[in-house]
């Protein structure tokens, strides 16, 4: 009986258009500022409760509004802002399946997706040069059964641990040195994407795409994560036009590449040293909360690597109690270039880029 079952199963997975299904990445794309008062709150709710609960959601940070003094806002392809109808703040869609909502509402929609299966599969072979900065990719979509319509596929840069000063109330606590993830730098190829097939699309069929991306300077590849997203567009409102499957790819595997984005980090900082650019001294500093048993009394690393991820310098290696610390770093004995330090306390980890400038 359990063998017919499974049978059966099988044949209603494939006989409709041939659909052979697989698990799809929940995405919540959403408008933040950090002129806004109640965003760290919507922080929050990604870290705390959607992340936690599931782990494999793609969180697509869009900073705005155009004309504010958010220093992130002004990315290739911010007009998806008002494609997505984004007017208060914060306000996320997960999945385009609906207008854009509070954040009371994301736990909710993002459980409710959590068993929608793709009717397309994404897969990447990437490569990152740290000398030149190119990121190059190849994209291949395949069909996961026999489509109509049209359909398009993004690529968004998005980067992790950027520090600003955030607004905040007493609710929803911001600061100066509040840390910032999933912020979109660059929507590569537009707002929109481009066009993937709006021909029928045979089951198992493969297209594939070709991807050429040099970084900016200044962003930091070894914090940055590529997402392609490939939709359908339903010709209605663009909140509405449905996401088939969504993958995040870290830009480099490099070493260096290490980033918890778990409610672990709460109360942990790496700041950015200053000054930055520095010749040839600088200092790091970084916090150690109390209230994370794991960084009371645990061993701290502090390293500094070159842009090809070998590292140049230990700066920390010893058991360290909660509190502030300051380490002078002095690069008199290095080349002028980019360097990286990286800080381990515990499960928390973070890169963070600086600039010797002789």
């Not at 199963?9 to 299904?21: P, R, T, V, Y």
């Not at 208060?88 to 997960?94: K, L």
């Not at 009371?104 to 897969?123: G, I, M």
Request: some cysteine; proline content about 5%.
């Amino acid at each position: 009986m359990k063998k017919l079952i499974s049978t059966i199963l099988l044949f209603l997975l494939i006989s409709a258009d041939n659909i052979i299904s697989e698990p799809k990445n929940p995405v919540l794309e959403y408008c933040t500022g950090t002129w806004c008062p109640t965003c760290p709150c919507a922080h929050r709710v990604i870290r705390d409760s959607i992340l936690a609960q599931h782990p494999n959601t793609i969180i697509i940070s869009y900073h705005g509004q155009p004309t504010s003094t958010d220093p992130f806002r002004n990315f290739n392809g911010n007009s998806i802002l008002s494609m997505m109808g984004f007017v208060n703040y914060a306000s996320g869609v997960v999945n385009r399946t609906s207008s854009p909502k509070p954040r009371t509402f994301w736990v909710n929609d993002v459980n409710n997706s959590s068993l929608d299966t793709a009717l397309v599969n994404v897969s990447v072979i990437k490569n990152f040069n740290p000398s030149s900065r190119l990121l190059t990719a190849t994209i291949n979509l395949k069909a996961l059964g026999n489509l109509t319509g049209s359909y398009f596929v993004n690529y968004i840069i998005v980067e992790d641990s950027l520090i600003a000063t955030q607004n905040g109330n007493s609710s929803c606590i911001g600061g100066s040195n509040y840390r910032l993830d999933h912020v979109v730098r660059d929507m590569i190829n537009g707002a929109a994407g481009e066009l993937i097939t709006d021909i029928p699309w045979n089951s198992q069929q493969v297209i594939v795409k070709n991807l050429s991306y040099t970084f900016t300077a200044g962003w930091n590849p070894y914090n940055s994560y590529l997402i392609v997203m490939a939709y359908k567009n339903n010709g209605g409102s663009f909140n509405l036009s449905s996401i088939q499957q969504t993958i995040k790819l870290r830009v480099s595997e490099n070493p260096l590449a290490v980033n918890n984005i778990s409610s672990n980090v709460n109360g942990y900082f790496l700041n950015q040293n200053y000054p930055n650019p520095f010749n040839p001294n600088t200092v790091i500093s970084y916090q150690l909360p109390a209230s994370r048993g794991e960084a009371v009394n645990s061993l701290v690393m502090l390293k500094v690597y070159d842009v090809l991820g070998n590292e140049v310098e230990s700066l920390v290696n010893q058991k360290q109690t909660a509190g502030i610390y300051e380490v002078d770093f002095n690069g008199s004995s290095l080349p002028s270039g980019i360097y990286y330090y990286k800080i381990i306390a515990g499960e928390f980890v973070q890169t963070n880029m600086m600039v010797l400038l002789k």
